[in-house]
C-alpha cells in the first residue's frame, strides 16, 4: 500500500507538488511584506499635503497660464510676462531682492553657525540661540512688517527718537523702509536664523581629525580652510545660500503688509492682477507671472539637489 501510495505520489505534477509544499510559507511571506510596508504608512499624509498645496496648484498654474477667458489657448498672457518692461523690472527686483538678503543670510548666518558649533553643547548660548532661531525663522508676514514698522516707520519708536534728538539723518527719515532696500533689511532678519537651522549640521559634521591632521603636518589655519574646510563646507553653504535664494524669492505676506502702494516685486504683482476689478484676464495674467515665478524657483531647486547629492558623500 505505500508503494502504491508513493507512486501515485510520483505521478502528480511538480507544480501541484511545489503548490502544496509551499503554500503556507508563501502566505507567511506575503504577511511579512505587508507588515515592512506597514512604516511607510506615515508617509501618506505628507505626500497628500504635497500633493494638494503643492503639486496640484503648480498645475493649475501651468496650464492656466496658457488659457484665457473663454478657455482658449493663447500665448498672450505669457508672451506679456517676458516682453514687458514692467514685469522684467519685477523679476529684475525680485531677483535683486533675494540676491543681496541669501548672501547677507548666508554670511552672518554661516559666522552664527560657526559660533554656535564651536560653543559648548550644552551651554546656554547654544540653548538660546537655537531656540531663538526656530522662532524667528518663522517670524515673517504681518507680525514682522509690524515690528519693523513700529520701529522704525513713521512713527517709530527709532524715527522719533533720531528725530527728536538728531534733525533731519538717515534713521529720522523712515522712506527707506518701503522700498526695495527696506525688503532687503526685513527679509534678512528671518535668513539669518534660516541659515544658521540649515548650515550648522554642516559645520557640526567638520571632523576633528583632519584639523588635528593638518597641525600635526604644520599646515596653517588658512591652509586647512583652503584645502579642507572650504571644500568640504562649499556645497553646502552655497547649497543653503540657493534655498535663501528661494525662501526670499517666494516671500509675500511680508511685502504685502510693508508696501501698500506699488508692485515692485512679482508677489506683489500677482496679487494686483488677481485683485485687478477693471483689467480683463487678470487672474490668466496672475497665473503666467506665476508661472515665471516656478520656472525661475525650479531651476534653483535642482541646484540645490545637485549639491546636497555632493554633500552627502563626505556626511556618509
Known amino acids: 500500500?505505500?508503494?502504491?501510495?508513493?507512486?501515485?505520489?510520483?505521478?502528480?505534477?511538480?507544480?501541484?507538488?511545489?503548490?502544496?509544499?509551499?503554500?503556507?510559507?508563501?502566505?507567511?511571506?506575503?504577511?511579512?511584506?505587508?507588515?515592512?510596508?506597514?512604516?511607510?504608512?506615515?508617509?501618506?499624509?505628507?505626500?497628500?499635503?504635497?500633493?494638494?498645496?503643492?503639486?496640484?496648484?503648480?498645475?493649475?498654474?501651468?496650464?492656466q497660464a496658457f488659457v484665457d477667458d473663454q478657455g482658449a489657448f493663447t500665448m498672450e498672457y505669457v508672451t506679456t510676462v517676458a516682453t514687458s518692461e514692467v514685469n522684467l523690472?519685477?523679476?529684475?527686483?525680485?531677483?535683486?531682492?533675494?540676491?543681496?538678503?541669501?548672501?547677507?543670510?548666508?554670511?552672518?548666518?554661516?559666522?552664527?553657525?560657526?559660533?554656535?558649533a564651536n560653543s559648548r553643547r550644552h551651554g546656554m548660548f547654544r540653548r538660546a540661540t537655537m531656540a531663538a532661531s526656530g522662532v524667528f525663522a518663522q517670524f515673517g508676514g504681518v507680525?514682522?512688517?509690524f515690528a519693523f514698522l513700529a520701529t522704525f516707520g513713521f512713527n517709530g519708536l527709532v524715527t522719533l527718537f533720531f528725530s527728536e534728538n538728531f534733525g533731519d539723518s538717515f534713521l529720522s527719515n523712515p522712506t527707506w523702509l518701503y522700498g526695495i532696500w527696506g525688503l532687503c533689511v526685513v527679509y534678512?532678519?528671518?535668513?539669518?536664523?534660516?541659515?544658521?537651522?540649515?548650515?550648522?549640521?554642516?559645520?557640526?559634521?567638520?571632523?576633528?581629525?583632519?584639523?588635528?591632521?593638518?597641525?600635526?603636518?604644520?599646515?596653517?589655519?588658512?591652509?586647512?580652510?583652503?584645502?579642507?574646510?572650504?571644500p568640504v563646507l562649499l556645497p553646502s553653504f552655497m547649497g543653503a545660500i540657493l534655498l535663501l535664494f528661494a525662501n526670499a524669492f517666494s516671500s509675500y505676506a511680508t511685502a504685502a503688509a510693508l508696501i501698500s502702494q506699488g508692485s515692485p516685486i512679482v508677489?506683489?504683482?500677482?496679487?494686483?492682477?488677481?485683485?485687478?476689478?477693471?483689467?480683463?484676464?487678470?487672474?490668466?495674467?496672475?497665473?503666467a507671472l506665476a508661472l515665471g515665478m516656478v520656472?525661475?524657483?525650479?531651476?534653483?531647486?535642482?541646484?540645490?539637489?545637485?549639491?546636497?547629492r555632493r554633500v552627502s558623500r563626505w556626511e556618509q
Open 1 to 63: 500500500m505505500q508503494i502504491g501510495q508513493q507512486q501515485s505520489a510520483a505521478k502528480k505534477p511538480l507544480t501541484q507538488i511545489h503548490t502544496l509544499e509551499t503554500g503556507p510559507s508563501t502566505r507567511g511571506a506575503g504577511l511579512r511584506r505587508a507588515l515592512r510596508g506597514l512604516p511607510y504608512l506615515g508617509v501618506v499624509p505628507f505626500l497628500a499635503l504635497v500633493g494638494v498645496f503643492f503639486l496640484w496648484p503648480t498645475y493649475i498654474v501651468i496650464t
Open 89 to 116: 523690472n519685477a523679476f529684475r527686483n525680485s531677483i535683486q531682492v533675494s540676491v543681496i538678503t541669501a548672501l547677507l543670510g548666508g554670511i552672518f548666518g554661516g559666522l552664527l553657525s560657526w559660533a554656535v
Open 143 to 145: 507680525m514682522l512688517a
Open 188 to 230: 534678512t532678519f528671518f535668513q539669518i536664523p534660516l541659515m544658521l537651522i540649515v548650515f550648522l549640521p554642516a559645520v557640526e559634521g567638520l571632523r576633528g581629525e583632519w584639523r588635528e591632521a593638518n597641525d600635526s603636518l604644520g599646515g596653517s589655519t588658512l591652509r586647512y580652510w583652503r584645502h579642507v574646510g572650504g
Open 267 to 287: 508677489p506683489l504683482q500677482i496679487r494686483g492682477a488677481i485683485g485687478s476689478e477693471v483689467a480683463l484676464g487678470g487672474a490668466a495674467f496672475g497665473k
Open 295 to 308: 520656472i525661475v524657483v525650479s531651476v534653483v531647486m535642482l541646484g540645490y539637489v545637485f549639491l546636497q
